[in-house]
């Protein structure tokens, strides 16, 4: 019997990215209204703590298991900002121009060589809202912080984001070509490996 | 140079475990005082949360980086209680042989096949307090609960945890056999991994 598990994102972006990572399991992925997606806080201090909030808070209303990502950008010239900050690094709510722009403000002055960066992905598996055991996985994907957007697929900072071994930015990648090496196919290969007891 | 890193624990016990666990690194383990310890609350409802909000506030206020333990019995007949209130089942402060008193009254109507537990266990490592991307081990121990403790080693609920391949209860190892194949040996190996690119 196919499982129903809630996925905790209203992020169109993360949502497409996501469900192809998954399709190996058999599970239904049900996503929940936006409105709740909205109101939760993330008062944590890391990826995976937000990431165990919004989860929770999803399985708690929608009464399923559920999946949340949590992830953001790290930036070495700016000591890891914005990190956990990255949706709403310009303000809420979250706006993916307005967050490059300040981006590239920020670091208008470091030269090329010090622009260096890394995406961070934690995605937690909770089998109800009260699972003191987790499942986690996480993965990170280097590159570096460009001075103009390039590229119009993906969706956040990806169209700053330069991977040297391609030379491309994240934004050039198709979904699938992302899905290859990005920092969320790392943390759902990591996933995927620990849900699969449960799932087949 | 040997770095300094806090342990985040005032259970002797653990850090009887984890000392010789963290061996083959570069770092000097400093203990915080007990009364720090005391005062952290724990209101996380996941291991990783609880070992998390331990580490952050012995790294604030050490001002270096931590590890923090955070593990439990699960036991199956219970839901998987006491879980993450484990070391307070009985009520604060822990005390593990009124915890045991009440781990066998509980199960005392339940069969010798239905009396399947599992030690949990998650370290975390933050190099900083507010370290978005937190270094992280998990590790499990799959034994029985028996119906009086047996055994003198260990701690906590060790002497009622049967392990069925040794014919042993965690009590009757010593540390070196338990640290060869417990729940917090396996947690200590992955997050030893994780941290040996940081310290050698």
């Known amino acids: 019997m196919t499982a129903k598990v809630a996925l905790a994102t209203s992020n169109e972006g993360k949502r497409a990215e996501l469900a192809p990572l998954l399709e190996d399991l058999d599970i239904e992925l049900v996503l929940p209204d936006s409105n709740l997606m909205n109101e939760i806080e993330e008062p944590g ?21 559920a999946i949340a990502d949590d992830s953001g950008l790290s930036v070495n010239a700016l000591g890891g900002k914005p ?45 109800q809202s009260d699972d003191p055991v987790p499942l986690v996985g996480v993965g990170s994907w280097a590159g570096e912080i460009l001075r103009e957007p390039r590229g119009t697929q993906g969706f956040g900072y990806d ?7 391609l030379n491309r930015t994240a934004a050039e990648l198709s979904t699938v070509e992302k899905n290859g090496i990005s920092h969320r196919a790392r943390a759902a290969e990591q996933l995927l490996k620990k849900l699969k007891d449960d799932f087949r």
Chains 1, 2 share one sequence.
């Not at 919004?54 to 399985?59: G, I, L």
């Not at 949706?87 to 979250?94: E, F, I, K, L, Q």
């Open 83 to 127: 990190g956990i900050h990255s949706a709403r690094y310009a303000g809420s709510p979250s706006n993916a121009a307005r967050n490059n722009e300040k981006l590239l403000a920020a670091l208008s002055e470091v030269p090329d060589e010090e622009r260096k960066a890394s995406f961070q992905c934690v995605l937690v598996y909770l089998r």
């Open 159 to 165: 169209p700053l984001f330069f991977v040297p071994g």
């Open 45 to 65: 201090l890391t990826f995976i703590e937000n990431a165990l909030i919004k989860a929770r808070a999803v399985s708690a209303h929608t009464q399923l298991p």
